[in-house]
Every structure is written in structure tokens, then in C-alpha cells.
């Protein structure tokens, strides 16, 4: 199985500064077809996940520019700037360049 | 838009079979190129793959689970299913169901139920 690995697995942040999520991936998730199979979720509290960027960079479909994603071969990186009170939850990374899909730990953000 | 919504027992005893539905409504479950997934989440804890169905029935389970996973459809009721045997207590988790879109060889949840909760207890 592929591990994901998140760091840190909680942040503490001030409204209107940057925060950033690291995620390293246990092998290269480089795909043949040239996309790289790396997914950020948030999970509010008492929701459901939901999705926020795909294939590292890709902001979903009303996701805030204010969230960006970046990375290459093991190491991803989640930023949100600035960060806002409802940015509050846990984030997880996802490969599903190979079965099993996996996750990472999650990063759980709070607001100061 | 596409809805997902999760139900079943929601205390299952140890060594039966858990048993959950995902009625999907505002699209059908045989249109378009998507999987539809089971996840599930310990309480405080992280999400872990549970399998994944296309509608032509064609299905892949987490190998940590495969010996007693079955996922179907009913495309009928534009539902999918799933069956988990023997469980124990380490199978209390909230169960999600969801939509997965894929592109070419690219694979990404979009769409969520809300999840249900399943206990297994005596």
C-alpha cells in the first residue's frame, strides 16, 4: 500500500495569515498519463468530507482561490491564504494512483 | 444536483453482517463514467478505503478488508450496497458513501453522503 504522510497532524492559525500543509506519499504517484493522482480534502466538523483540489494543483469546482496545491513525486504541499474562521477542520491527502486508495492522517486546523 | 444518502442498521451484533445502502438521487447510477465507494471513519479517527464498484459490476476491495467486503448495485432502485461479514467491534465507524469521477485513469471522490453510524456491540 502507498502511505501518506501529513505534517503537521494539527496547526493552530490567525485569521487573515497563511497556513500549510505538507503530505509526502510513500512512492512516486506520477501516473502514465502525465497526472499525478494527489487529492486534498477538508472534513468540517460534523460533515462529510469534501473535495478541494485534484490532481495537486486543481482547485474542485467553488473552492476559494484562496486554497492552492502544489508539489511533484513525493511531496505535496497545501497552502490557504488567508485563512478564514470556516477553514476550521481536518485536512487529508489521497492517492489513488494504485489500490488500495489511501489516506493521509489528516492535519486538523484551528483558528486562534 | 447528485445526492447521496447512507442507511441501515445502526447497531450490528459481533460476528453478523453489516449491511448499508446508498440511494443515489438527481442522476443515475448507470450514467456517465463513475464509481460509486465505500469509506469509513473511526470515531476520532482517519478515513480508510473500504472498495469501489462500477456499474457494470466490476468491483476492487481494500485487501485489508476483501475477505468479507461485498459491494453491489440495484440500478433499479438506483441504489449500491454494501455487506460487511463477521464484524467486530473495530468495525464501528461512520460509513460514507460516495461518487467517484473518473477520467481516464484519474480517480477522485466529488460528491459525499452525509454518513451513517454503525456500532457494533452486543
Known amino acids: 500500500d502507498i502511505v501518506m504522510t501529513q505534517a503537521p497532524l494539527s496547526l493552530s492559525v490567525t485569521p487573515g495569515q497563511p497556513a500549510s500543509i505538507s503530505c509526502k506519499s510513500s512512492?512516486?504517484?506520477?501516473?502514465?498519463?502525465?497526472?499525478?493522482?494527489l487529492y486534498w480534502y477538508l472534513q468540517r466538523p460534523g460533515q462529510s468530507p469534501q473535495l478541494l483540489i485534484y490532481?495537486?494543483?486543481n482547485r474542485f469546482s467553488g473552492v476559494p482561490d484562496r486554497f492552492s496545491g502544489s508539489g511533484s513525486g513525493p511531496d505535496f504541499t497545501l497552502k490557504i491564504s488567508p485563512v478564514e474562521a470556516e477553514d476550521v477542520g481536518v485536512y487529508y491527502c489521497?492517492?489513488?494512483?494504485?489500490?488500495?486508495?489511501?489516506f493521509g492522517q489528516g492535519t486538523k486546523v484551528e483558528i486562534k | 444536483q447528485v445526492q447521496l444518502q447512507e442507511s441501515g442498521p445502526g447497531l450490528v451484533k459481533p460476528s453478523q453482517t453489516l449491511s448499508l445502502t446508498c440511494t443515489v438521487s438527481?442522476?443515475?447510477?448507470?450514467?456517465?463514467?463513475?464509481?460509486w465507494t465505500w469509506i469509513r471513519q473511526p470515531a476520532g479517527k482517519g478515513l480508510e478505503w473500504i472498495g469501489r464498484m462500477y456499474t457494470s459490476g466490476n468491483t476492487n476491495y481494500n485487501p485489508s478488508l476483501k475477505s468479507r467486503v461485498t459491494i453491489s448495485v440495484d440500478t433499479s432502485r438506483n441504489q449500491f450496497s454494501l455487506k460487511l461479514s463477521s464484524v467486530t467491534a473495530a468495525d464501528t465507524a461512520v460509513y460514507y458513501c460516495a461518487r467517484v469521477t473518473a477520467t481516464f485513469d484519474q480517480y477522485y471522490m466529488d460528491v459525499w453522503g452525509k454518513g451513517t453510524t454503525v456500532t457494533v456491540s452486543s
Open positions: 438527481g442522476a443515475s447510477i448507470s450514467g456517465g463514467s463513475y464509481y
Open positions: 490532481e495537486v494543483s
Open positions: 489521497m492517492q489513488s494512483l494504485q489500490l488500495p486508495w489511501t
Open positions: 512512492q512516486s504517484l506520477l501516473h502514465s498519463d502525465g497526472k499525478t493522482s
